[in-house]
């Protein structure tokens, strides 16, 4: 098993590996699917639409400020902006206090539901290199053992040798599962992160127009407008 490229030398070093080498691989399938499930779902659009965005910022630059209207192109194109401006407007007329505390709750919560799928990733990293470890610790004291156990005048360096070599395979293959797992939780954060930066640029847009609303009376402003609870992300929970 000295070419590591044959893929039948691959297998046999998996086999070799033990039964953890199972839960491993289990756990980079995982990394995997959900990588590209929050690759798809953490696209630019899924946070600010282009049209929702030149849309939004034209609204906000009339007066005076029109709430329906903003709120009529939030529900015609859904995205974490358009949920986090819904909960603004929706409280047009009252303190600007209080719109910001309806924001920042509203962006906790589109943050929770876009982190959900990354936690899954955060776990093999912290989770595959312990199983190698483990792997690795069951078979030194398998080789031990088995080293102890021969007849007077066997090879004892050449079994220890052996069974030290079987042992480290599960770290190795811990490893090869968590550093890469550990560098796409990385980035998927922050594009999470950078989406935020986005959304925020939107919402300040809104904010002097709502703020120029404090003095009318609210009944006026947003007629009918139910509370916002929901997410508008969508693909954010799996």
Same mark, same amino acid.
């Given at each position: 098993?000295? @070419? ?15 039964? *953890? ?16 499930? /929050? ?34 192109? $939030? ?11 819904? @909960? ?13 505390? %309806? ?10 539901? *876009? ?27 398998? %080789? ?11 090879? /004892? ?18 490893? $090869? !599962? ?15 992160? %950078? ?7 939107? !919402? ?35």
């Amino acid at each position: 098993m000295n @070419d590591l490229s044959d893929v039948s030398n691959l297998w046999q070093m998996f086999l070799a590996g033990g039964p *953890l080498m199972w839960p491993i691989a289990g756990l980079s399938v995982i990394v995997i699917a959900f990588a590209l499930e /929050r690759a798809w779902a953490l696209r630019p659009g899924r946070f600010v639409p282009r049209r929702f965005r030149a849309e939004i910022e034209r609204l906000a630059a009339e007066r005076p400020f029109d709430p329906e209207a903003v709120l009529a192109e $939030c529900r015609r194109r859904p995205s974490v902006a358009a949920t986090v401006v819904r @909960d603004a407007v929706a409280r047009t007329g009252r303190p600007l206090a209080e719109v910001e505390r %309806a924001v920042e709750a509203s962006k906790e919560r589109e943050a929770s539901a *876009l982190y959900a799928n990354i936690r899954p990733i955060s776990l093999a990293v912290q989770v595959t290199p312990l199983l190698g470890l483990l792997g690795t610790v069951q078979g030194m004291i398998l %080789a031990f053992y088995t080293t102890a156990q021969l007849e007077a005048g066997a090879n /004892r360096a050449a079994e220890l040798a052996s069974g030290i070599y079987v042992a480290l395979i599960t770290t190795f293959a811990g490893l $090869c !599962v968590a550093i890469p797992a550990a560098v796409l939780a990385h980035l998927l954060e922050g594009r999470i992160m %950078a989406g935020f930066r986005r959304v925020d640029e939107v !919402v300040a847009g809104v904010l002097p127009g709502i703020e120029s609303t404090e003095a009318r009376p609210r009944a006026a402003l947003v007629r009918g407008e139910p509370a916002v609870t929901g997410s508008g992300a969508g693909g954010g929970r799996s």
